[in-house]
């Protein structure tokens, strides 16, 4: 079975404009939570989505947006891109919301903003 | 709010040595916490996890942990490092309820000489 996919695998942005970062979660799972990485950091929880709806929100700003579709893979946005914004996101996905007790984790976007 | 403290960013070590990886958390319940290893370009790999119950757990690739409550430490070892175990290592705590983030420490990096 695939693991966690995600897309693309690096971008290249200049500040101020927008992007689309994509995950497919393993095959049955319903839950996806998103993780900002910066360079020589852990990861930051940004969000939590199960069943479509936001089930958690980290401490990032409004710029910040995600969605879940009907068959569970989610899509992270950012408007408005800053340099800090330069960072890996990871996806990550269970089986459901109620635990993270297994958490898989994709290999990440790689985001530069010049 | 909880937190995790990885003191040691760089470790260096022999191989065939032994290794002692540390963390301290702080969290206002009995935490649930979880040690992952990144290696460059990849995503996080969940070793082990404590969640209740024996304070030594066991792990994958030969690694344990053991949970001290009193200390508020969930110090990674291993007997006998292998140059494979080269990578970032990663403590987390995660909520036990609403949104089930993990929080990360900073991490350590390993250095495996031969």
């Known amino acids: 079975d695939a693991g966690v996919t995600q897309s693309p695998t690096h971008l290249i942005k200049t500040r101020g404009q927008q992007v689309t970062l994509r995950c497919s979660p393993i095959s049955g799972h319903k839950s996806v939570s998103w993780y900002q990485q910066v360079l020589g950091q852990g990861p930051q929880f940004i969000f939590q989505y199960y069943e479509k709806e936001e089930r958690g929100r980290g401490n990032f700003p409004d710029r910040f947006s995600a969605r879940q579709f009907p068959n569970y893979s989610s899509e992270l946005n950012v408007n408005a891109l800053l340099l800090g914004d330069s960072a890996l996101y990871l996806c990550a996905s269970s089986f459901d919301a109620r635990t993270n007790e297994k958490l898989f984790f994709g290999s990440g976007t790689q985001l530069s903003v010049l | 709010a909880q937190s995790v403290t990885q003191p040691d960013i760089h470790i260096t070590v022999s191989e065939g040595a032994s290794l002692e990886l540390r963390c301290n958390y702080s969290y206002g319940a009995t935490p649930y916490l979880f040690w992952y290893v990144q290696s460059p370009g990849q995503g996080l790999q969940l070793l082990l996890k404590y969640f209740s119950g024996d304070t030594l757990v066991q792990g994958i690739k030969g690694f344990e942990a053991e949970f001290k409550r009193s200390q508020s430490s969930f110090n990674l070892r291993k007997p006998s490092v292998h140059w494979s175990d080269a990578a970032e290592y990663f403590c987390?705590?995660?909520?036990?309820?609403?949104?089930?983030?993990?929080?990360f420490g900073s991490g350590t990096r390993l250095q495996v000489q031969p």
């Open positions: 987390a705590v995660g909520e036990i309820t609403g949104r089930r983030a993990l929080t």
